[in-house]
């Protein structure tokens, strides 16, 4: 039997400071990696080998903001950790922090019968090598949105699989975006701005395609 969604327990954990936060989402990424190192939620890797699996805590950075969100059992480590820190060592800088919050929810996840518009508050890394050759060789603008389509939908795909969730019918969508350029694990990256409508319910401020972990492709619904 398939469920209509599911339950995803989310947490949304922000700090500021006295100052600008200067670092971005991998900084932060790498600053619990090591200070929490017995956690390999926090930072995907087990030792030696690397997990391929979507990732269950995700740092962002929103208008100078950092944001890290946790999901299911991230949002139980995070949780655990909230008060465990009073300075973010980056780089460039030791970012005090003066002021935390944290909000737990429980958010719904998978198809639905209505539309829901979403936007990208941070840009989609959404072609592999595969479909990006397919995404340049043709020039036709219907074949590109085309390609993004099928993208986002196995996106929602693996991430349904990757809660146990499976997705009882067709997923539908749209897309509306423009290309972009970013820079993941220093390589410059075609990324893309904008957003999308899917019947399907995905928790705001969660992250879908390529480089969730470091902020990457964020979505938040648009309240119409």
Known sequence: MTQENIKLKTLEMTFEGPEEFKGDANQIRGFFASKFNEYDQLYN??????????????????????LIVGINEGAEILKGLFDKFDTVT???????????????????????????FYEFLTPW??????????????????????????????????????????????????VNVEINRSKYKNLDFTSFTGGFMTNFLIPDFIGIGKGVAKGFGTVRKIRM
Not at 45 to 66: A, E
Not at 106 to 115: P, V
């Open 125 to 174: 890394l959404a072609l592999n090598k595969e479909n990006k050759e397919k995404f340049f060789e043709t020039r036709n603008p219907e074949e590109q949105k085309e390609i993004l389509r099928k993208t986002l939908v196995g996106n929602l795909l693996s991430m349904s699989k990757a809660f146990g969730y499976t997705v009882p019918d067709i997923i539908k969508c749209d």
């Open 45 to 66: 890797h087990n030792t030696d080998r690397f997990y391929y699996r979507y990732p269950l805590v995700q740092y962002k950075v929103l208008d100078r903001i950092p």
């Open 90 to 116: 980056l780089p460039h800088q030791n970012f005090e922090i003066t002021e935390r919050s944290l909000r737990l929810k429980k958010q719904d996840f998978g198809l639905t019968k209505s539309l829901y």
